[in-house]
Structures are given as structure tokens and as C-alpha cells.
């Protein structure tokens, strides 16, 4: 599972892969020896790579993604972003709102159809891109009316999740 963690205005790749001899995480591509513990409600006690953090979560009111969390006495604002969520696919187009918006792949796949070229005049809601994951096709949709400006795959493409796939303007 892989999920984008932003602390402090830095964006990092948090990569959980469930393994025999238990959770190896990667950050940024770095494999890190990670041993957790919910020490409390709301208190991650963490050795990372032999050296042991107490982490501190304060929820705010406004969604559950974002939050503040206290390290050794300090805080930080924090995100956190499945790519495979809708929430989180629309915070990274920015919703239905004006500008450019990017469709992102919500899981890694292959991209088997573009249904809507660069250039074509599209509505919200309606197909751009086909991505096919574990034999299921998933119809990559256009948060906005607009007009496809980019489409940054080709078909047959094998793409990452949170990928960029295209952009609607």
C-alpha cells in the first residue's frame, strides 16, 4: 500500500508492504526498519532504525487527512493521502473548481483505452482514460467540463498509482 505523507509542506512516498517476516516500509524509496506500537489513543510509539519516537496525533476538525502531530516536543502539520481514495484523487485535481486539473491513476494497471484525445471537449464526469487492474477495467472520469489539453499515457502503458494519466483544462 502506498500512501503520500506530507510534513511540513515536504511531500515523501510512504510505501507498507505486508511481507513473511512482517511490515517492510520503504520512504522515499529507502527501505526503513520500522517497529510500531499505538501506545495510546492517538500516541504512535515508533523505532526507526533503532532510535524510538513517541508520536502525538491531533485530529482537526476539518477532515480526517490532515492533523498536527508532536515529535520530541515539536509540531508539525501533517497529511496523509491514499491515492486509491476518491478524497484524495479529488484534493490532487483540486475538485471541480477552476484551472487545470490532473486525472490520476487510483491504482497501478495498464492503460488499455484513451476515450477522449487531446484536444476533445469533455463534460464533468464523463470518460477520458481506461485503466485495467487485476482483470477489472476502471473508466478514468474528467472532474470538469473543459478540454483535454494533455493526455500524458499511451495504451498499453503500464502506470503507477497517483500516476498522471491526463490533464482537462
Known amino acids: 500500500m502506498t500512501?503520500?505523507?506530507?510534513?511540513?509542506?515536504?511531500?515523501h512516498r510512504?510505501?507498507?508492504?505486508?511481507?513473511?517476516?512482517?511490515?517492510?516500509?520503504?520512504?522515499?524509496?529507502?527501505?526503513?526498519?520500522?517497529?510500531?506500537?499505538?501506545?495510546?489513543?492517538?500516541?504512535?510509539?515508533?523505532?526507526?532504525d533503532?532510535?524510538?519516537?513517541d508520536i502525538k496525533r491531533e485530529q482537526t476538525a476539518s477532515d480526517d487527512a490532515h492533523m498536527h502531530i508532536i515529535v520530541r516536543g515539536i509540531s508539525f502539520t501533517a497529511e496523509v493521502r491514499d491515492p486509491r481514495s476518491y478524497r484524495s484523487r479529488q484534493a490532487a485535481t483540486g475538485g471541480a473548481a477552476s484551472g487545470p486539473k490532473k486525472l490520476v491513476s487510483p491504482m497501478p494497471g495498464k492503460v488499455v483505452r484513451i476515450l477522449a484525445p487531446a484536444g476533445t471537449h469533455v463534460e464533468a464526469g464523463q470518460g477520458v482514460v481506461v485503466v485495467e487492474?487485476?482483470?477489472?477495467?476502471?473508466?478514468?472520469?474528467?472532474?470538469k467540463a473543459?478540454?483535454?489539453?494533455?493526455i500524458a499515457v499511451a495504451e498499453g502503458a503500464a502506470v503507477e498509482s497517483g500516476a498522471i494519466?491526463?490533464?482537462v483544462e
Open 3 to 11: 500512501y503520500e505523507v506530507t510534513i511540513d509542506g515536504k511531500l
Open 14 to 48: 510512504v510505501e507498507l508492504t505486508r511481507g513473511r517476516d512482517g511490515l517492510a516500509v520503504t520512504i522515499d524509496g529507502k527501505p526503513v526498519a520500522v517497529d510500531a506500537v499505538l501506545a495510546e489513543r492517538d500516541v504512535l510509539s515508533l523505532l526507526v
Open 50 to 53: 533503532g532510535r524510538s519516537y
Open 133 to 143: 487492474a487485476m482483470k477489472m477495467q476502471n473508466e478514468i472520469k474528467s472532474p
Open 146 to 150: 473543459g478540454v483535454v489539453q494533455r
Open 165 to 167: 494519466l491526463a490533464i
